[in-house]
């Protein structure tokens, strides 16, 4: 068989498996409920009585529903196949553990999109909102690939109850949205919290919204756009790392 070949079946694979997991997982209730409602209460719960400029507010929620939303299907994916029994025989197949992280990285990663779609079209109808579409368009695409992987490095664990995985998840994304610069904007944090923000994948987002909408940063977009793709790359080696440990163990 040719590279050719191989690559095309490669792409296929990914192809079908983001394909099946659009048509299983998207519907699944705990998508639906850490994908969805979480933001949306924790906007309401963040604004609600309280005097803020939702335009100002809006590239920070606009991240944060991205975020949310492309890193809530792949925590399930996994555990829920191991749970069915389904996992081993998608393995059975020709494809590889590298064609299943991408297949379920671009469905996550779609599904972001989409969303994320939904929020932005609100907020450019009824706020008014004008926006750099480059910088939208470009910071989307590569964020919620990055969001999708770490979703994809948090259903690691061999764990086969989805609760579990699920549990663990929002141990991690919670702290990351806190410390992103969403609730308090960069120019504000001083010290070890400025610092700690910059751990988290999502300020670099934050931070390009804002330019998109406010034409304010306070990093450089292009060490945004670098460390959203070095955050991509690392979530995706783990990712596979993991996996494969995990498979040859037989968990």
């Not at 490669?10 to 099946?20: A, M, N, P, S, Y």
């Not at 931070?207 to 955050?231: M, R, T």
Request: aromatic share 16%; proline share 5%.
């Amino acid at each position: 068989m040719t590279t050719k070949d191989l690559n095309v079946q490669f792409l296929r694979g990914v192809i079908i498996t983001t394909e099946k997991n659009i048509r299983i997982y998207y519907t699944k209730a705990p998508v639906l409920i850490f994908g969805l409602l979480f933001p949306l209460f924790l906007f309401l719960a963040f604004y609600l009585g309280r005097e803020v400029d939702l335009s100002c507010f809006f590239p920070g929620f606009l991240a944060m529903s991205l975020f949310f939303t492309a890193s809530s299907v792949g925590p399930l994916i996994t555990p829920w196949e191991k749970q069915a029994g389904t996992y081993e025989r998608l393995l059975s197949f020709p494809v590889n553990i590298n064609t299943l992280i991408l297949g379920d990285t671009t469905a996550g990663m779609i599904f972001g999109i989409l969303i994320s779609l939904v929020v932005l079209m609100v907020g450019l109808v009824f706020l008014g909102l004008r926006v750099n579409f480059f910088l939208l368009i470009f910071g989307t695409l590569l964020a919620s690939f990055c969001f999708s992987s770490l979703g994809i490095l948090l259903a690691s664990p061999s764990a086969r109850a989805p609760s579990h995985i699920m549990m663990l998840s929002s141990l991690v994304r919670f702290p990351l949205i806190f410390i992103s610069g969403i609730f308090i904007p960069l120019g504000n944090l001083q010290g070890v919290g400025k610092a700690v923000s910059y751990l988290s994948p999502i300020t670099y987002l934050v931070d390009i919204f804002n330019l998109g909408f406010k034409d304010k940063s306070f990093i450089s977009p292009v060490v945004d756009f670098v460390a959203l793709f070095a955050f991509s790359i690392i979530f995706v080696f783990l990712s596979n790392r993991f996996h494969r440990r995990n498979l040859i163990k037989g968990l």
